[in-house]
């Protein structure tokens, strides 16, 4: 993510500030990729902290507008978790603007996301016909840390899960063009294999002992609409990767000075800005004792495969 300017002084803004430095309300527009001082500002401002301007006073800002159903707020830190889940969504959006999706230059569908409070009973978080379900109790920190070390999983964040679910979102989209669906059975395999099944595998009996020569983590190897979901995600974290740390630090190891991570067409070079930006990261969290940023590997399949969704979904949604 970019560091933004000051429009009313001097200083930078990051994405999710309300105010400057000084006080003065801003607000983020997604449209010019820059922050404003000036109303109207999204009807959420005050409820959830969300800072993008809104189309006219009183009114939800685009990313808010998208969510149709709201958690039941009578649910302890129903509305905290909300706020953090939304926060979540507008990062991922924006990522996703940067190749015009959902933008009003795409003519296609957006999605409509379900953001749910938790129970006594999970809620199951997927996508079905452009509808993305999403559990606002992973915003706790505590549950987010029980699920993912009871799964075994290296990662899990609401980010993450907001851009494997928008992933299959973006599938679903794609799928509607008559040249999509046989390159994508080539790359990732039939997508018409039994869902339900294939999960009833995966959960008791795992992944192949060999996942890792095929696929970015275990849950990739469960079926071939979880393989293309989880490998998006990853490209949107090597290149969102790449574009914040060009923002906030600048590095010797940018090609150049005015590299855009969301601009460059080839993904191996992409690749190779990425790899030892993450080993330095990891490294840096290790000597805080933190876990690794990006604890994954990145196998010569892995690399065709994000090759593979870097050139569908950098083409963005011009035309679907």
């Known amino acids: 993510m970019r560091v933004f300017a000051n429009p009313v002084g001097p200083g930078t803004l990051w994405f999710d500030n309300l105010a400057t ?12 990729r820059g922050f404003i001082p000036m109303p109207p500002f999204c009807a959420n401002r005050e409820a ?19 969510t149709t159903v709201v958690p039941d707020t009578t649910v302890a830190d129903a509305i905290p978790h909300w706020a953090a889940t ?3 969504k507008r990062w991922v959006i924006d990522n996703l603007g940067r190749w015009h999706w959902f933008r009003p ?26 509808v993305v379900t999403i559990s606002v109790a992973e915003a706790d920190p505590v549950l987010s840390t029980t699920r993912r070390e009871a799964l075994q999983e290296p990662y899990r ?10 992933a299959h979102m973006l599938w679903w989209r794609l799928s509607l063009r008559a040249d999509f669906l046989d390159a994508f059975r080539a790359m990732f ?29 275990t849950y990739a190897s469960a ?49 190779e800005v990425a790899v030892p930006i993450v080993t330095g990261l990891n490294h840096a969290n290790r000597a805080m004792g ?27 949604a011009q035309g679907l």
């Open 157 to 166: 964040t609401m980010i993450g899960h907001m851009r494997h679910e928008i």
């Open 223 to 271: 079926h071939p609409h979880e393989d293309w979901a989880e490998t998006v995600a990853h490209l949107l974290h090597l290149t969102d990767i790449c574009d914040s740390v060009a923002a906030g630090l600048g590095t010797t190891v940018l090609p150049d000075p005015r590299w855009d991570a969301y601009a460059e067409p080839d993904t191996a070079r992409l690749i």
């Open 21 to 32: 430095a000084d006080g003065t309300p801003v607000a983020y527009d997604p449209q010019a």
């Open 48 to 66: 959830l902290g969300c800072n993008w301007i809104a189309p006219e006073p009183g009114s939800l800002c685009r990313a808010c507008a998208m």
């Open 105 to 130: 230059e795409d003519p296609g569908t957006r999605p409509s996301f379900h953001m749910l409070a938790e129970g006594p009973t999970p809620v199951q978080m997927g996508h079905i016909d452009g």
């Open 290 to 316: 933190l876990s690794d940023i990006y604890p994954f590997i990145l196998s010569p399949v892995a690399q065709r495969k994000l090759a593979f969704v870097h050139g569908w979904i950098r083409r963005g």
């Open 189 to 217: 395999g039939d997508e018409r294999a039994d869902y339900q099944a294939a999960l009833q595998r995966h959960y008791p009996d795992g992944p192949p002992d060999d996942w890792r020569a095929s696929f970015l983590t």
């Open 86 to 88: 939304e926060a979540a």
